[in-house]
C-alpha cells in the first residue's frame, strides 16, 4: 500500500471521545513472494500473531492463529497458528461441480460469462496516466469487539496497479472503539446511506472514497455494496464491508472499489459469454460467481472503468499525493528524500525513464526521467498537451514547461504559474496538472445539452447509455408523466406515483424510443412499459423501464442537469431555470471583460452557441472557458486566475546550454504502510479473497 504522509487514525470511544495518531506506528507487515516460486505472491501481517494470504502460484493459503492462541501461549511465548488452502477442497472445473461438493461460501453461484460493455476506444493519455485512490478506512464496533481489526501492511496494490494503472493510498483509518458511530442493520443499503451521512457530517479529512468494514452479517447475497460511479462524490463515495476472513474480505473490497469506480454486476450481460475473463479456472474479481479466489478484472470491467473515466469521471484520481510515509526505497516508482529520480523496478526503468535515471540519480544533462511532461530526459516545454480532452464538457491540460504543476496556484491553461519560464531546482517529476473540467452549464451538443458535473447532459444520451436508443419524442413525456402511474410519473409517492406538474414533464419518468430487452446497465424491476400513440397521422412509441443499480439508484427518471426548455433544467424530477442552480463565475476585469478577455474560447461558442461576454447570471454562459475551480483557461501568454497576467512562452535555449538540472530532493512521495491485513489482501492480490456468502 502506499501510505500518505497525512495517514490518521481515530479511535472513538464513549460519547464520541476521540484519540488521532499520526504516522505509521508499528512496521509489522510484509508483502513479497516465495522464494524460488516466480508466480507467487504472500501478504502477511506479523502484528500479535501471523495473518495473511500466500501463493506458490498453483494454490493459495490462508494463514491466521488458532481461536484463543493469545491466551494458550507455549513457553516460548510463540503463538499457535493455523493455514489451509482456499478452498479447501479440489475445486472443480468451472460450469462441472462436483457431486456432493459445495462452496465455502453459503449462497454461492457458479461463474457465469459476460459480454464486454460497449465502449467507444479511449483517449490514449487519460487511461495511460496512473491513477490514485485516497482510501480511508472505518471499522465499526462488532469488529473490534471481535478481535480482528485489520492492521496495515506495506504493500503494493499489485492488481489494480498492473490491470488498471491505479494505485491505492491509504489516507485514514477510524475504529468505533466502544460503540457504532450509526445504526449498522442487516440491510447494507440502508447501513451505506447511514454510513456516507456520517461522514458528510462528522470530523473532516481528505479522501476520494470511504469504507465500512463491518463484523455483522448483511442480509444480502452478496457480502458488501458501494455506490456505483460515486468515487470522489461527497454524497457517493462510500462502501460498506461484510468481514468473514481475511481473503473473503479482501475481494469483497476489490469488488465494492471496483464498484466505485463505474464497475456493474450484470446478470444479463453475463449470460452472453462474451466477457473474456482471463482466468477461466478461478474466475474473474466482478463476476457472480463464489467459488474459488479471483485475482483478475475481466475485459466487461475494464471497458466499464475506462468509459467511466472517457464520460469524465473519476475527476479525483489524477491527482497525484505529494508525499507518502515510510523510509525511502530505490526502485518503487516514487522519488523519495535523497533521490533526484526513480523510474520503478528493473523493467519498469527498462521501458521508460531508464536512459535518464541510474539508482535514483538523474544521468548526465538529464532534467527528468518519466511522466508525461519529461521526453528525452527534459521537460517539454510549457503548452504542449498532456491529457486530451474526453469529452465536450471536458478540459485538455498541457505542461508547464518545469515541475511546477504541483503549485497549489493553477493559473492558465494546464496550470501554468507565473514566472515558470524555466527550470527549477525540484525533484518533483514533470506530472500532468489536476484533470478539471468545463463549469457547470456550459452547452455542449449543438446547444442540445448542457455540461454538468463534468459531462453533456441530455435525454438521448441518457437512452442511448441504458438502452442503446434514443429519447422518445416530446409528446410521449407530455403524456404519460402527467399520468402519476407506473408506466409515466415523477417518482414515488409512498407505495404509489407522483403526477409530473405540466411544466415538469421532460423531467420525470425517462422515456425511450423501441427499447426492448435487458438494460446495459442495472437490473429491469418489472417488465417494459409500451404505449403507441397515434400523433398527427403516424405511430408514435413511448417506452420506459424501472431500472436501478445495486447500490439502490434509480436510472428510470431524467438526470438532473438535463435541459428541458430554454434557460431550463432539471433538478429533483423539476424543470428550473437555470438561474436557480447558482452555477459559479467566471472571473473577470472591472469592464465586464470575462477572462480579461484572455482565454481560451468555447468551442459550442463558434457553433453559434448562446453565450455572453458578460457575468453569468441567468442563462449567461461566457465565450470563454472557465473550470471547476472557478478559474479561466487561459491563452498560450496568459496566466492567473483572471488571465490578468502576461507570461510568454519564453524561446528555447539552443541545444547545450541548458543549464543541468540537479540538486537536493526533497521529500515527494514516498512508498508506505498501514491499510489491514484485510487491505493488503484486497489490493495486492487485488481480491484474493471472496465476497460472496
Known amino acids: 500500500h502506499l501510505l500518505a504522509s497525512h495517514y490518521v487514525e481515530r479511535h472513538v470511544g464513549a460519547g464520541g471521545n476521540g484519540s488521532h495518531s499520526t504516522g505509521a506506528g508499528e512496521h509489522c507487515y510484509y508483502q513479497g513472494r516465495i522464494r524460488g516460486q516466480p508466480r507467487s505472491f504472500a501478504a502477511l501481517s506479523s502484528c500479535q500473531g501471523l495473518r495473511g494470504v500466500f501463493s506458490d502460484g498453483r494454490a493459495t493459503f490462508l494463514i491466521e492463529p488458532r481461536p484463543g492462541a493469545e491466551r494458550r501461549r507455549d513457553t516460548l511465548g510463540t503463538h499457535h497458528h493455523r493455514a489451509h488452502p482456499t478452498p479447501p477442497n479440489i475445486p472443480p472445473r468451472p460450469g462441472q461441480p462436483q457431486e456432493g461438493s459445495s462452496s465455502p461460501w453459503r449462497g454461492a453461484e457458479p461463474a457465469q460469462p459476460r459480454a464486454p460493455a460497449q465502449v467507444r476506444r479511449a483517449q490514449h493519455t487519460v487511461h495511460s496516466e496512473t491513477k490514485y485512490i485516497e482510501l480511508a478506512v472505518v471499522n465499526d464496533h462488532q469488529l473490534v469487539s471481535g478481535g480482528f481489526i485489520p492492521s496495515a501492511v506495506p504493500s503494493s496494490p499489485q492488481i489494480y496497479k498492473e490491470q488498471l494503472n491505479t494505485r491505492i493510498v491509504l489516507v485514514a483509518m477510524e475504529t468505533w472503539a466502544s460503540e457504532d458511530r450509526i445504526r449498522v442493520g442487516d440491510d447494507s443499503l440502508e447501513t451505506l446511506n447511514e454510513f456516507v451521512k456520517y461522514r458528510r457530517e462528522g470530523p473532516p479529512g481528505h479522501s476520494d472514497t470511504v469504507h465500512l468494514f463491518s463484523g455483522r452479517t448483511f442480509q444480502s447475497s452478496r457480502s458488501g455494496t458501494a455506490f456505483v460511479g460515486g468515487i470522489c462524490s461527497p454524497a457517493r463515495a462510500g462502501g460498506v464491508n461484510e468481514y468473514g476472513n481475511v481473503a473473503a474480505m479482501a475481494v469483497t473490497l476489490a469488488q465494492t472499489l471496483g464498484q466505485n469506480v463505474g464497475m456493474m454486476w450484470n446478470k444479463h450481460r453475463a449470460a452472453a459469454g462474451d466477457c473474456r475473463c482471463p482466468d477461466s479456472w478461478l474466475g474473474c474479481i466482478m463476476e457472480d460467481t463464489g467459488y474459488y479466489l479471483p485475482r483478475k478484472f475481466s475485459r466487461c470491467s475494464i471497458d466499464e472503468y475506462n468509459q467511466f473515466l472517457q464520460d469524465g469521471g473519476g475527476s479525483c484520481l489524477f491527482n497525484k499525493p505529494l508525499k507518502l510515509l515510510d523510509p525511502p526505497e530505490c526502485g518503487n516508482g516514487f522519488v523519495e528524500a535523497g533521490e533526484e529520480c526513480d523510474c ?113 447532459k441530455t435525454r438521448d444520451r441518457q437512452c442511448n447509455a441504458l438502452w442503446g436508443r434514443g429519447s422518445a419524442e416530446r409528446f410521449c413525456y407530455e403524456k404519460l408523466n402527467v399520468e402519476g402511474t407506473e408506466r409515466g410519473n415523477c417518482g414515488r409517492e409512498g407505495p404509489g406515483w407522483l403526477q409530473c406538474n405540466k411544466q415538469d414533464v421532460l423531467c420525470g419518468f425517462l422515456l425511450c424510443a423501441n427499447i426492448s430487452g435487458a438494460p446495459r446497465l442495472g437490473e429491469l424491476s418489472g417488465e417494459i412499459a409500451t404505449t403507441t400513440f397515434f400523433h398527427q397521422n403516424r405511430y408514435v412509441d413511448c417506452r420506459g423501464g424501472h431500472v436501478q443499480l445495486v447500490d439502490g439508484s434509480d436510472l428510470s427518471y431524467v438526470e438532473d442537469g438535463t435541459p428541458c426548455g430554454p434557460g431550463m433544467l432539471c433538478l429533483d424530477h423539476k424543470c428550473l431555470p437555470a438561474s436557480a442552480f447558482n452555477f459559479s463565475s467566471c472571473p473577470g476585469s472591472w469592464d465586464g471583460k470575462i477572462c480579461f ?32 475551480e472557478g478559474k479561466c483557461i487561459c491563452r498560450a501568454e496568459w496566466t492567473g486566475k483572471d488571465c490578468s497576467v502576461y507570461d510568454p512562452i519564453p524561446e528555447p535555449k539552443p541545444t547545450g546550454e541548458t543549464e543541468r538540472y540537479k540538486g537536493p ?29
Request: hydrophobic share 25%.
Open 665 to 693: 530532493s526533497g521529500t515527494n512521495i514516498i512508498i508506505g504502510s498501514i491499510a489491514g491485513a484485510v487491505l493488503v489482501a484486497a489490493i495486492v492480490l487485488g481480491g484474493t479473497g471472496w465476497g460472496f456468502k
Open 597 to 628: 478577455d484572455h482565454g481560451v474560447r468555447d468551442a459550442a461558442a463558434g457553433r453559434g452557441g448562446r453565450h455572453t461576454e458578460g457575468s453569468r447570471g441567468g442563462d449567461a454562459v461566457p465565450w470563454q472557458v472557465c473550470s471547476n
Open 344 to 456: 520503478g523496478s528493473l523493467a519498469e526503468c527498462a521501458k521508460s525513464g531508464g536512459n535518464c535515471c541510474k539508482k535514483c540519480t538523474l544521468t548526465h544533462d538529464a532534467m527528468c526521467s518519466d511522466g508525461l511532461c519529461c521526453k528525452g530526459c527534459k521537460y517539454e516545454p510549457r503548452g504542449v498537451s498532456c491529457r486530451e480532452a474526453v469529452n465536450e464538457c471536458d478540459i485538455p491540460e498541457s505542461c508547464t514547461g518545469d515541475s511546477s504543476q504541483v503549485s497549489r496556484e493553477r493559473g492558465g491553461r494546464g496550470g501554468t504559474r507565473r514566472g515558470a519560464t524555466g527550470h527549477h531546482p525540484s525533484s518533483v517529476p514533470p506530472q500532468c496538472p489536476p484533470n478539471l473540467h468545463k463549469l457547470d452549464g456550459y452547452f455542449c451538443e449543438n446547444d442540445q445539452g448542457r455540461c454538468y458535473g463534468g459531462r453533456c
